[in-house]
């Protein structure tokens, strides 16, 4: 499985950015798919995640109501709408999937970068101020 992520870029502060994240090779069916990002000297943090059946979308603090998890199921397929943005939103931002059939132990598992499986390179974000 291989989870290709682009769409970075240099940008203003306020300006956006749409970043895509291509899966290949899968040999299962149904993923959940996360967004994640990593600024110099801090760790990983999660920024949202769509689940397969689209119901349950959640999003961090920092970054909801101004970014958006969609999904193409066609071109298997993942973007991150990224609007208003700031320049705290500088960072590494790597996608993220995971068997949709894989059990979850708990409520808020999607937060935890351990559950994932396949992770994408990483694409860099930069917002000027």
């Known amino acids: 499985v291989q989870l290709q992520a682009s769409g970075g870029g240099l940008v203003q502060a306020g300006g956006s950015l749409r970043l895509s994240c291509v899966v290949s090779?899968?040999?299962?069916?149904?993923?959940?798919a996360g967004w994640f990002r990593q600024a110099p000297g801090k760790e990983r943090e999660f920024v949202g995640i769509?689940?397969?059946?689209?119901?349950?979308?959640s999003y961090s603090n920092s970054v909801r109501g101004r970014f958006t998890i969609s999904r193409n199921q066609a071109k298997d397929t993942v973007y991150l709408q990224m609007n208003t943005l700031k320049p705290e939103d500088t960072a590494v931002y790597y996608c993220?999937?995971?068997?949709?059939?894989?059990?979850?132990?708990?409520?808020?598992?999607?937060?935890?970068?351990?559950?994932?499986?396949?992770w994408g390179q990483g694409t860099q974000v930069t917002v000027s101020s």
């Open positions: 769509l689940p397969w059946r689209g119901d349950k979308k």
């Open positions: 090779g899968r040999t299962f069916g149904a993923y959940d």
């Open positions: 993220a999937a995971v068997s949709a059939m894989t059990v979850k132990s708990f409520a808020t598992w999607y937060q935890d970068r351990r559950e994932y499986d396949y």
